[in-house]
């Protein structure tokens, strides 16, 4: 196994700029994972790391190694496809040792590694099935396992869950997640689907127009997002945003105004703060409170229903704050009996606040629990 270093890769197709110099250390042993959305540089990126894709500039490094101007196959990774690319015409014993027949490996170490690799994924039962005898599941832990008989420094992953319906997607992740643990491998991830993200990396890198937004753990990004766009993406159903402008500003602390919400307090640093300057009040649904759980130091807001959504152990409420015309979306633990044209009052917690320019997009900065301060990085 081993670490990945990308310096300042850049990819251009002609004149068509798609990645924008991506630095990203993934360390020996991490699972990160690629995010963001559709057309974002993502699947390009792996397939650069893979070598399916020459750079256009920068540097891929595997360990200690340049790996840039090296083939797929001289890169000790294995890569995991969206596709399965099972041989139709073998079994899957055969799909599992077929790769490792060129690499002057015995009968006996080939078997052995089959073995292993089919007890790991629990697929011992469909050694002598041929693809097409299989569900998706079953395909493509077959696929993970040929990944694994290679003992690749790097796993690859593109988007391998997509293909699979919803109960099957919460399964197989959590099977890869079990299988990086025991693996203690180094694998990179690539998914466009943010609740993966969160719920499997060690680390999450979101993706937005070739450029890399922010880098870090899935609870850092969800609370400490660096910028809006990183806010609207990680969390689901996405952050609220209302506009606002600066009242009044101090060391620890931004006053804004908002409609319907009136003088808002956010905690935030006042460094790069001006009185007057636009900006966009972040408030995530599940930090909307139903009255009378909702204490004294919560903001109070009159909400206007239009539609609710109960699935039995929540509820989705969507409507509009009185005095404000965006849409807006409150997340309630448990079943909640509302209708529309209902009136709801709901208190939210100042603390829990997210504030970003108007203009630049990029958030204010904020105190952890801890004391220390987050600051997004300068575009």
Do not use: W
């Amino acid at each position: 196994m081993a670490g990945l270093t990308l310096q300042n890769v850049v990819k251009q197709y002609g004149t068509h700029p798609i990645l924008h110099g991506i630095d990203l250390a993934v360390k020996n042993g991490e699972f990160v994972v690629l995010v963001g959305p559709s057309g974002c540089g993502k699947s390009t990126l792996l397939r650069i790391i893979a070598g399916l894709e020459p750079t256009t500039n920068g540097q891929i490094l595997i360990g200690n190694e340049d790996v840039t101007g090296l083939q797929p196959g001289d890169r000790g990774i294995a890569m995991v496809f969206q596709s399965y690319a099972l041989y139709p015409h073998m079994t899957v014993r055969k799909n599992l040792s077929f790769g490792l027949e060129n690499l002057s490996l015995s009968k006996q170490q080939i078997d052995s590694k089959v073995s292993e690799a089919a007890r790991m994924l629990a697929i011992e039962p469909l050694l002598e099935r041929h693809p097409k005898q299989l569900s998706g599941g079953q395909r493509q832990r077959v696929a993970i396992g040929r990944a694994i008989v290679r003992d690749p420094k790097i796993f690859l992953f593109d988007e391998p869950l997509s293909n699979l319906d919803a109960a099957l997607r919460v399964q197989t992740r959590g099977e890869i997640s079990r299988l990086h643990k025991r693996l203690g491998a180094t694998m990179v991830y690539v998914t466009h689907d943010q609740i993966e993200a969160m719920t499997m990396a060690d680390r999450i890198a979101v993706l937005n127009g070739g450029n890399l937004e922010q880098f870090g753990a899935p609870l850092e990004l969800f609370e400490f997002p660096a910028n809006r766009f990183v806010a609207g993406f990680i969390g689901s159903p996405q952050m609220n945003f209302y506009n606002g402008s600066i009242r009044a500003v101090e060391a620890e602390k931004v006053t804004v105004f908002v409609d319907g919400l009136g003088l808002i307090q956010a905690p935030v640093s006042g460094a790069s703060a001006v009185v007057g300057d636009k900006v966009a009040l972040g408030i995530r649904p599940n930090h909307f409170h139903l009255l009378p759980q909702a204490s004294d130091a919560h903001q109070m807001v009159r909400f206007r229903v239009s539609y609710a959504e109960s699935v039995g152990t929540e509820t989705y409420v969507y409507g509009q704050i009185e005095g404000n015309d965006t849409a807006t979306v409150a997340h309630l633990p448990d079943h909640v009996p509302v209708a529309a044209k209902d009136v709801i009052e709901f208190g939210v917690e100042p603390a829990c606040f997210h504030l970003f320019h108007g203009e630049s997009g990029l958030s204010f900065a904020k105190r952890r629990a801890d004391g220390s301060i987050i600051a997004p990085r300068k575009k």
